[in-house]
Structure formats: C-alpha cells, structure tokens
C-alpha cells in the first residue's frame, strides 16, 4: 500500500502531468524509430519465426509456475516412496509382494534389479498420478486463461486462435513429456542407489544386458508420455468449453476417473477398446523378447484417434466461441 | 436514435475510409434473447480522442469486444482501420493497443515477465527489441521500479497501470481503453490523461470509455453516449454540451429576494443553496444586464452573476434520462 503510494507519488520530476506524457512519447518515439510516430495504413508483417515466440514464452509460463513444480514434485516423490517401501519390505530378504503377484508390475522384480523400480513407478504412475497431473494442465490450459482475463489480452495481441492452441497443446504435449521423464529419472536415481542393479531378464525369461535394458527403458518411458497424449487433447477440449480453470481440471480427472472405472468392468467390455486408457499398460510388451508390438500399435493409434477427435472439437469450438471473460 | 450532433455532414455513401477508424452500422449482439447491443452506428473520426459514455450495462464494454474481434456479432458489421472486424483481426490487431475491461495479469508473473509475454503474443512484434520495448513502456506508466514484483503483489492502480503499458508495447495506431483511470489516485489519474493527450498529439486515436464525465470533458474531443444498448448521440464534444442549455448563477445574501425578482423574470426551476440561486432561462432568454440591474434596483446584494455552461454531465444525464423513457 505505502509502496503503491510512494509509487502513485512518483519522483518529483513526473508530477507535472503533461510534461511527463511529453517526456514519455519522446521515450517511445525513440523506440519507434527514426520517424518516431506511428505510421498509418504500413502494417508490420508477422514472421513465422517471431511467431515461435510465443510457443516459447508459453512453455516458459507452464514450467515455471509453482503448481508444475508441485507436481513434478509429487510425481518425482512415487518411486521414493515405491523404492523405500520396498527396501523396507525385502529388508530380511526374499522378494517384495510375496510372490503373490499382487500390487503394481515388476515390482516383485525391484529387489533384485532396481532398473526395474522405473518399469514399476512408469506402471504404477500411468494409471491415474501422470494423467492426472496432464489433466490439470491441460484442463487450466485454456479455461485458467480465460478465468484469468489474460485470454482477451492473448487474443488481443493477437495471438490468433488457431496458434494459440496450437502452442497450448504442444505446451501440454510438453508437460507430458517432462512429467514422464520426472518418474523415470527419479525411479532411476532411487533404483540406482536402493538397490543391486544388473542384467535385466525379460517376461519371456531371457536375458538383456544393461544397457540394452536402459534401452528399453528409455523406449517405455517415451510410450508411456505418447500414451498421455489422448488425455492432453480432451483435457484441451474441455478447457475450451468453459471460464473455469478449476471447473475445466475436475471435469478432466473426473472424466478419467470414470473412464478408468469403466474399463475396469466386465459387462462394459464391448466400449472398453475405445476407451483412451485402455491399452495404457501394453508398454510392458516391451520388456518381451522379441518384442511385441500389438498392444503398443494399438495404444498409439488411439491416442492418435483422440487427439484428432478432441483436438479438431477444441478448435471449432475455440475458433468459433465468444470470449466474454 | 440518429447522432443529433453530427459533426460533419454524412452523405450514407461512406466517407474516406482514411478519416474513419471505426465504423460500425447496425452492430448488434444478443445473448440469450437479451439485445445487449442493438443497431449501434458508430464513427470514430482518426486522430480523435473519442469519448464513450453509457451507464454500466450500457453495452460499451461488449461494443469494444466486438471491435476487437472477442466476440461475434448478431447483426450489422464493424470496421476497425478499415477492415471488416472479426475477419482481419490479425492484419488489425498489432495496430491497435487495448484496455478491455480492466487489466488481467499472471499474478505468479513480475509485471516486466507479463508484459514480455503480450508482446511475445504478437507475431509482428520483433523480439530483438522485445525488452527495450518492454522497458519503455514500464518508463512510460512510471512502473519501472516495481517491475520486478509479482503481479500479485501490484495494487489496483499498478495493474492498471501495467495494462496500459502492454497497450503501449508497440505504436499504435488506434489505443482502446475501457475505463483507463479506474483504481487510480487523483495524481495517477493527471498522468494517464497527460499520457492520452501525448499519443493523441502524436497522432493515435484514442477510443476511451469512461463513467467519468469531467474526464472526457477534459480529454477527449469526440464522444458518443449509449444507453440500453443503443447509440443515443455522438459527436464533437463542443456540440454535445451546446445542446443544453446553460443555467443562471447568482450569488448574493439575500437569496430570497434574488429569487423572486428572477421568478418573475421567467427564470424556471429556481433552486437556492448556501448564498446562491441557481434557475434555468427561459427559451427566449432576457437581456442578462437588464436582468442583472433588475436585481440590484431590488435591493439586491449581487456579488456574482453569470452563465453556468451546460457541462456534459449535464447533457449526459438528460440524454440517458430521456433515453430511459424512450426505451421504457
């Protein structure tokens, strides 16, 4: 308050109301350029590259907000706590989950080889951690703009519809991306450093060496991020549809949830191969030898199926909406 | 309904669009059966600073977001620096600078990062000069000490302020501010019009919309007043404040007396005050001296007499008054 008056007040040279705005074009005009005022009728032409500017500034806003870092923070903390409970579990020997088979994949197999904990965190983090925090992002991606008013201010730049949701989904598209890379690399620092790490033997039962296996980890981390990519574009559709950032995340993971739920019950089996999570998990095919690609192709062509379906809805709506916020 | 104060004569032909910076015929929206604007014909002449004066709910904050391509029109068409509207909002926009509705910040920004984000927005504003730019436009609202604080941080008047400089980032052509003075303390209020006097004596036309009547009064040499949706009158400010008429201002101690004598004068609608005695002429008006020396051969103690103008307040509030009626 006292800083806002202090700055209200200005020093004294500004206080003369005119004499300042006079200063201040001659400031501009300088910037201007030679001619110092603008002018009429010789519009500045856009430029493709100067265009890229705002994909930049866009990823630069995403990535520095605090709630990414939150939730990059959560994501990176799932393997600490898979790893340490494990640790904790096999402590006496043996292997974790009893040879039960329950509990998330390869998480049996983290006690002998901790490569394994990044198949396991990718496994455990797909279901619902990662697409969750892709539903928050692409959810505010649009809706957050517009609750906020900076929508009209983009708009009015102008930024064009058309490219500004283009940026927004390369942006989520992006934070996929990175989110992925956040469980891999802290499930591969935790694995590393919690447990013994060695050749790593396939679900067909041979054995690759480790670099091979860092190999096909990196290739499920990759599968794992174009497997949120379906989810990215109906969060992006549904922010369209909406001023309410926090309203446009909920209906996200509320979709998903739902989603999830469905593919989990028998009866509903005839939806189930449409549903966007459904093929999530064939990453594990993977870790076949040879490997196997079905799953992996379908998954793909799916999310491919979704982002055209979601994204082409996104834009004809936001092409078309009005923008009153 | 049609400008009564037109300033220059308007053959229906259209004029050189070179004169005109926005032009509008028959624009109307309607949002869910409500008319929110209806038939407005606007004209906004180049190198005006434009007034435009409505009670709230009067449809000037969406005539601006049709102007600027937000939203689509029902009906009618737009013309923003000679080009249809909602269609070349990318060859149109980077000429125009706007204040719509009160600023909108990334609070989790500096104010300096939000507007390195508008520009970066712009694809013809070239990034080699994006910070110079940036920094200008801070001097030139006088935020550059604060530039660095989160927006969140910003008081009203720093928002508002910061919104101003990201109308500013380019010269423009054409400045579009809604309420540019709202938050503002008196002294920033005498800054912002002594910036809209600079850019409209450097040739940019400002359309600036206010509820502040001495404001426009002060700044602005065009103006046009909606009420309900509906374009009431526009035109030179001067003209707009002729068509009411002026009221007779006596100050005197004997108020009593004073009113009497210019009761049987003709002076109507007499109201006395704190030593003075205010009436409005009759249409044909008496001599002022006769009237004067009339007075002071009463008796009376007249230590000031004359002619209040008509300000635009007053002209404004008889406008939507009637407009009310009209509409009702």
């Known amino acids: 308050m006292s800083r806002a008056e202090r700055l209200a007040a200005g020093p004294p040279e500004r206080t003369g109301a005119p004499a300042a705005g006079a200063a201040a074009v001659t400031a501009a005009a300088a910037v201007a350029g030679p001619e110092g005022r603008p002018a009429p009728g010789v519009p500045r032409a856009p430029r493709l590259v100067w265009s890229l500017g705002l994909l930049r500034s866009e990823l630069v806003t995403v990535f520095r907000r605090g709630r990414t870092l939150a939730l990059f923070a959560v994501l990176a903390g799932v393997p600490l706590l898979v790893g340490i409970a494990v640790r904790i579990e096999t402590h006496g020997g043996g292997s974790a989950g009893g040879g039960r088979g329950d509990g998330p994949a390869f998480i049996e197999q983290v006690s002998n080889n901790g490569l394994f904990l990044t198949f396991a965190s990718l496994a455990a983090t797909l279901p619902f951690f990662l697409p969750m925090a892709v539903g928050v992002v692409a959810g505010d991606a649009v809706a957050g703009e517009a609750g906020g008013g900076t929508l009209r201010y983009l708009l009015v730049a102008p930024a064009g519809r058309t490219r500004l949701l283009a940026v927004k989904y390369l942006s989520v598209l992006a934070f996929c991306v990175a989110a992925t890379v956040v469980v891999a690399v802290s ?14 033997t396939t679900l067909s039962g041979t054995t690759l060496s480790l670099s091979d296996g860092m190999l096909r980890a990196l290739l499920i981390a990759l599968l794992v991020a174009a497997s949120l990519v379906g989810m990215g574009a109906l969060g992006l559709f549904v922010s369209t549809l909406t001023d309410s950032g ?28 449409y549903l966007f999570p459904h093929y999530w998990l064939s990453f594990a095919d993977v870790l076949r030898d040879p490997m196997q690609w079905d799953g992996v192709v379908r998954n793909l062509g799916l999310q491919a199926l979704y982002a055209a379906v979601f994204g082409s809805a996104a834009w004809a709506r936001f092409s078309t909406r009005d923008v009153t916020a | 309904m049609d400008g009564v104060a037109e300033g220059e004569p308007d053959g229906g032909g259209g004029p050189d669009p070179g004169d005109v910076v926005i032009e509008t015929r028959g624009l109307a929206k309607q949002y869910r059966g409500t ?9 906004v002449p180049r190198g005006s600073v434009f007034g435009f004066l ?12 049709m102007l600027m391509g937000l939203i689509a029109p029902t009906a009618g068409s737009a013309r923003v620096l000679g080009s249809p509207m909602p269609q070349a909002v990318r060859s ?3 000429r125009v600078g706007a204040l719509i509705e009160g600023p909108a910040l990334y609070g989790f920004l500096s104010g300096r990062d939000n507007l390195l984000r508008y520009d970066a927005a712009d694809p013809t ?13 801070l001097d030139r609202v006088g935020l550059s000490a604060a530039a660095g604080k989160r927006a969140k941080a910003y008081s009203l008047g720093m928002k508002q302020r910061l919104g101003l400089a990201a109308a500013l980032l380019q010269p423009r052509e054409l400045l579009v501010l809604d309420e540019p003075t709202n938050g503002l303390d008196p002294q920033g209020m005498r800054e912002i ?43 030179p400010v001067a003209d707009l404040s002729a068509g009411a008429l002026g009221r007779l201002a006596v100050t005197t101690p004997d108020v009593g007396d004073a009113a009497r004598i210019l009761a049987e004068h003709g002076v109507r609608d007499l109201t006395t005050a704190g030593g003075r005695v205010t009436g409005e002429l009759p249409a044909e008006p008496p001599d002022l001296a006769e009237l004067n020396a009339a007075l002071v051969t009463a008796g009376v103690r007249v230590r000031g007499f004359g002619l209040e103008r008509a300000s635009l307040e007053d002209t404004f509030v008889a406008l939507t008054g009637e407009g009310f009626d009209v509409a009702g």
């Open chain 2, 125 to 137: 504003a070239d990034p080699r000069t994006r910070v110079a730019r940036v920094g200008a436009a």
């Open chain 2, 193 to 235: 019009r002594g910036l809209v006097r600079g850019l409209a004596a450097d040739g940019t036309t400002v359309f600036l919309s206010s509820h502040l009547l001495d404001e426009i009064e002060q700044v602005c040499t065009h103006a046009a007043v909606m009420a309900r949706g509906r374009l009431i009158t526009q035109g």
């Open chain 2, 54 to 65: 409505g009670p709230n709910g009067s449809g000037k904050t969406t005539t601006i977001r």
């Open chain 1, 246 to 273: 926090i309203g446009a995340m909920a209906t996200t993971v509320g979709l998903l949830i739902t989603v999830q739920i469905v593919d989990t019950i028998p009866q509903l089996h005839a939806v189930q191969p």
């Open chain 2, 92 to 94: 149109v926009l980077p």
């Open chain 2, 35 to 43: 008319l929110a604007v209806d038939g407005l014909d606007l004209r």
């Open chain 1, 187 to 200: 499930a591969l620092v935790v694995g590393f450093a919690l447990f013994p790490v060695g050749d790593v």
